[in-house]
């Protein structure tokens, strides 16, 4: 189990020649807009796929993703270097997201709606061009990312930085502001949960490989 | 809590590999003991495993475009809704000054101390010095030295000696027409 995407810039950069994101964001604040753009280009996908697995819905994910740097822009002054950058970015998304939750938990006939046209999709994949491993494939993300969706959300957040994004404990830690244990238990319980509802692809899974 | 269950708690920590040595041990025998535990350890790796491996998904190709676009159409009403307000801000704070500034003027030339009924019976409204105060152990009818503060005790006529009168010149008057 090794961390996945890397998730902080300043990781990256400390390897190569690139500036760090805590430069960049420095360079920001004193008025060079370059240096916004590199964050953006940057952080973008894996901001994607953190707000996408946590709200199952990629329109909705690049909307917050758009609004999360929007907030960057705007309060770049806020951002002081007592925490690191990524985690102060994950902060604002992970924030944004939640607050999204919560307007669809009110809209929720709007809500059903949605999931019902989800479980079309999931019954009904492209079949035109994909050949049967990628449809495998995307039959298998689509059940994955249901199994995410219908966690608690305290348990899917830190599933998706922890196991997706590829975050360390500590780091999950800054991020949702709970104590570092409570991270450990909480990702241990969504892993069981996920196990348990995953457990007839998994068993599948498992007769294909064998 | 049965072991199983407490060993459950363990299975994130074993699989990386940050239980400490006592505790890795015992997880060890536990798996060996219980099946089940064996089964659930391997799919809790199999689940973390496909999570990292789900497809990597990116934003769309105009998505800088966009962000900018929204930077640019949001902020610059904001910027102006700043100033308006700080310059709001300024304008009322110098209508407040002059109101206040005007009602503090009305207050003092309105107060107490200048009215003309009351101006005679303050002494400090007009300060007098103190030749000009009037003993009250000395009786004004005997003596008023201070009666004429302002006089010119030399033009006074009345109190120019006899002598002085003797010798003041008499002035003849010409008739000019002759």
């Known amino acids: 189990m090794t961390k996945t995407q890397g998730s902080s810039g300043t990781e990256r950069a400390q390897q190569g020649s690139q500036p760090t994101d805590e430069e960049l964001i420095a360079r920001f604040q004193n008025g060079d807009t370059y240096a916004f753009d590199l964050l953006v280009r940057r952080y973008k996908d894996p901001l994607l796929n953190f707000i996408y697995r946590f709200l199952g819905d990629l329109v909705e994910a690049e909307d917050i993703v758009q609004e999360t740097f ?16 990524s985690t102060w970015i994950y902060t604002i998304a992970g924030n944004l997201a939640k607050t999204e939750l919560r307007r669809r938990k009110r809209r929720k006939v709007f809500s059903i709606h949605k999931e019902t046209s989800a479980e079309k999709e999931l019954e009904l994949p492209d079949l035109k061009s994909d050949p049967e491993s990628e449809v495998n494939t995307v039959v298998t993300e689509k059940l994955i990312q249901k199994a995410i969706t219908s966690l608690p959300q ?14 360390s404990y500590e780091e999950i830690s800054s991020i949702i502001k709970v104590p570092l244990g409570t ?8 892993r069981l949960k996920l196990q348990e509802d995953l457990d007839f692809l998994l068993e599948d899974l498992e007769n294909i490989s064998n | 809590m049965g072991d199983s269950d407490r060993m459950k708690n363990y299975i994130s920590d074993y699989l990386e590999n940050s239980l400490d040595p006592s505790t890795h041990k015992e997880f060890e025998d536990a798996l060996k003991r219980s099946r089940e535990l064996s089964t659930m350890t391997d799919r809790v790796a199999a689940v973390s495993a496909h999570l990292s491996n789900l497809k990597k998904h990116t934003c769309s190709d105009d998505f800088s475009v966009k962000l900018r676009e929204k930077i640019h159409t949001t ?7 700043r100033t308006v307000l700080r310059y709001s801000f300024a304008a009322s704070f110098v209508i407040i000054l002059v109101i206040a500034t005007f009602t503090i003027t009305n207050l003092m030339s309105d107060s107490p101390e200048n009215t003309p009924t009351l101006q005679g019976s303050t002494q400090n409204a007009n300060p007098v010095s103190a030749e000009e105060q009037v003993d009250p152990l000395v009786d004004e009818g005997e003596l008023n030295i201070n009666s004429k503060p302002n006089e010119n005790a030399f033009s006074d006529s009345s109190r120019v000696q006899p002598e002085e009168k003797k010798n003041k010149p008499k002035i003849k008057y010409v008739d000019q027409k002759k």
């Open chain 1, 154 to 167: 305290k348990f899917r957040q830190v599933i998706v930085l922890r196991d997706i994004q590829g975050f």
């Open chain 1, 183 to 190: 991270v450990k238990s909480r990702v241990n319980r969504a």
């Open chain 1, 70 to 85: 929007y907030r960057v822009y705007k309060n770049k002054h806020y951002y002081k270097e007592v925490a690191k950058f």
């Open chain 2, 75 to 81: 902020s610059e009403p904001l910027i102006s809704r």
